[in-house]
């Protein structure tokens, strides 16, 4: 979801600073959220954890540019059910950054760009699931089905904000819509592979025990939260 340089540029580009301001002012009620119910120290391990996670993702395991942007796993409905909202929206936005500055500076300029496709469907994400996961089920305990219809809906809205910069970029020219399809139909493997991945990391979370009373996991993911977060 990197949006590819020059995509959007010039007096455009001012428009990707406001929609990062907004998910970043939504970011900090999150935090705030969650500061009061789960304490500082608990939002700042786990928004550490997600980050450094993140950056992996992106990094270290394979991405490829395909059409408008790039594809590559983002287990974003993952970091939403272990760690809540909060830090994985910071952590979404600290991954990225931390790449940006260190291994990809060409896509800085892109940045707000990138954080708003990242964490708009993430807020979207933590939505839906307040409606459709049951108020009694903790998210460790998510069917196969749930899981597919969050990591669905997380990436169908990456690939349709990929697209709106896109156009709104390059316009609907034949030529900018063939890569804005190219580069969805990829993703569509991610979409494939991503509920098996989430599946398999809560399983092998599940075992770990010495973990059940720790700050590393929001309280949803092990026990029905008392509250919801956001």
């Not at 929609?19 to 119910?37: D, E």
């Not at 599940?206 to 008392?226: E, I, L, N, W």
């Amino acid at each position: 979801m990197h949006i590819e340089p020059g995509i959007v540029d010039g007096t455009k580009i001012v428009l990707s600073y406001a929609t990062a301001a907004g998910v970043f002012g939504y970011a900090a009620r999150l935090a705030v959220n969650a500061v009061r119910q789960d304490g500082a120290a608990a939002l700042t391990v786990r928004s550490l954890i997600a980050a450094f996670s993140v950056f992996c993702f992106f990094q270290v395991f394979p991405h490829y540019p395909v059409g408008v942007s790039e594809v590559h796993l983002i287990l974003g409905s993952t970091l939403f059910l272990m760690f809540g909202a909060a830090p994985a929206a910071i952590g979404l936005a600290l991954g990225l950054l931390t790449q940006g500055l260190f291994f990809a500076p060409w896509d800085l300029p892109q940045y707000g760009m990138n954080v708003t496709t990242l964490l708009v469907p993430l807020f979207a994400l933590s939505a839906m699931a307040r409606r459709y996961i049951p108020a009694n089920t903790a998210y460790k305990d998510v069917k196969y089905s749930q899981c597919l219809a969050l990591s669905t809906a997380y990436q169908g809205g990456v690939v349709a904000w990929v697209a709106f910069w896109a156009i709104y970029g390059q316009g609907v020219g034949a030529a900018n819509l063939a890569q804005v399809g190219t580069f969805g139909v990829a993703y569509m493997a991610v979409v494939l592979v991503e509920p098996l991945l989430d599946l398999g990391i809560l399983a092998a979370v599940k075992g770990m025990h010495r973990f059940r009373d720790s700050a590393v996991f929001q309280q949803r993911f092990r026990q029905v939260a008392v509250r919801a977060e956001g």
